[in-house]
């Protein structure tokens, strides 16, 4: 008989070690994913836009155009809209009209 075979303790270790390493690995992930670590510059956001409207310009939104600000995604119509909006959010944030929830 070859040592390590049929359930001896060297093979029983080694898969045993496979186990947790690979729950380890799942929980890594699943907790990095929850805690929203997986997203990067230029990722989509998840939630939509809470306006309809662009705060800077009045104009309808563009999906792809959007900053997201203590846990609210916002809209805008542009790229220079974002801009300005990102570089002082505290100054127009008040401008956001959010749509009324359905």
Known sequence: ????????APV?????????????SLALVLSVGAAGGFAAE???PVAK???????????PVDAEKVAVYK???IGFCCGNCLK???????K???????DAKK
């Open 49 to 59: 836009p809470v306006n309809s409207k662009c705060p800077m310009s009045g104009k």
């Open 12 to 24: 029983r270790g080694l898969w045993d070690m496979k186990k947790w390493m690979c729950l380890a």
């Open 92 to 98: 127009h944030i008040s401008k956001v009209q959010r």
């Open 71 to 73: 846990g609210e995604t």
């Open 1 to 8: 008989m070859i040592a390590g075979t049929n359930g001896s």
């Open 42 to 44: 230029g990722d989509k």
């Open 84 to 90: 300005k909006f990102q570089a002082d959010p505290a």
